[in-house]
């Protein structure tokens, strides 16, 4: 069964680093192009970065370019997000997604979230 577990979040202040870590299992994660998404209150969940396996791709959203770094450890079939220059609008749950080719067809998974609040 895939599944994905995402810790590292939490309470920061502006201008503070946070690094966020996804964590797979059931699936070949080293074939998986792994994201981080993250959704606010009232707000439609946006893709923050992505980054593939093996060719190691990485897309960052405009808000994201600059401030946050995506990596991955295929040997500990881990996925990170560096945080710095936090702002207060990068409050949101931090969710990991994997998309993974399926029997019939490529296939969406999500981890359960991780709170990150930044405020003073």
């Known amino acids: 069964q895939v599944h994905l577990v995402e810790s590292g979040g939490g309470l920061v202040q502006p201008g503070g680093s946070l690094t966020l870590s996804c964590t797979g299992s059931g699936f070949t994660f080293i074939t998986s192009t792994m994201s981080w998404y993250r959704q606010a209150p009232g707000k439609e969940r946006e893709l923050v970065a992505s980054?593939?396996?093996?060719?190691?791709?990485?897309y960052y959203s405009d808000s994201a370019k600059g401030r946050f770094t995506i990596s991955r450890d295929n040997a500990k079939n881990t996925v990170y997000l560096q945080m710095n220059s936090l702002k207060p609008e990068d409050t949101a749950v931090y969710y990991c997604?994997?998309?993974?080719?399926?029997?019939?067809?490529?296939?969406?998974?999500w981890g359960q979230g991780t709170q990150v609040t930044v405020s003073s």
């Open positions: 980054i593939t396996s093996p060719g190691f791709n990485i």
């Open positions: 997604k994997a998309v993974l080719k399926g029997e019939s067809g490529y296939e969406d998974y």
